[in-house]
């Protein structure tokens, strides 16, 4: 269940973001319109109306990523459950070589060998998989991190972008058209540079309940 949860957190992360781009775009061609005088209050509104949309796409996005966040901290939990499943089953671990090593000596006692031998079994067969799991969830929570930066990274750019939009409202927008294409340029390379690590995260994810519904 947690594992479909944030799987659905990073798909509506990655629809916001996909937004956020689409404005964009729409910006520029706004911001082309004053080419005729008598659409500049026009340009003004539409600008402002971006605006408020890319305002409130950045609301949105930050209340994903505090979900993400938490989400992050309820991984690092089970990590920390896992661990200490682990030790307790090398403890015992432990102990059943010890009981191993004291059967050795009676011949008597063979049949308790045997049964203890297959526990034995057991206990690493299942302490095998709880490294398994352990390793996807460290994995799990190194791409969780790689993304939660790169999304860090694209706020920043937006809120530079929505700062030269409040600046384009009080100069010219022809002066800064430029400026805007190469900012576009730079958000659509973040955003690219963002979608292997998510892909590789909604991957391990499936993977990981594929594992839970069939093993667990």
Known sequence: MLLLLL??????LLLILLLLLLLVPLQLIVLLLPLMQQLLLLQQQLLLILL?????????????????LLQLLLLLQLILLLLLLQLLLL???LLLLL?????????????LLLLLLLLLLLLLLLLLLL???LLLLLLLLLLLLLLLLLVLLLLLLLLLLIVLQLLLLLLHPLLLTQLLLLLLLLLL???????LPLLLLILLLLLLHC???YCC
């Open 99 to 111: 009981l191993l090593l004291l059967l050795l000596l009676p011949l008597l006692l063979l049949l």
């Open 52 to 68: 408020f949309l890319q305002l409130l796409l950045l609301r949105l996005l930050l209340l994903l990523l505090l979900l993400l």
């Open 189 to 195: 390379l973040l955003f690219l540079l963002m979608l």
């Open 7 to 12: 799987l659905l957190l990073l798909l509506l």
């Open 131 to 133: 490294l398994l799991l």
């Open 211 to 213: 594992y839970f519904f």
């Open 91 to 93: 403890l015992l671990l």
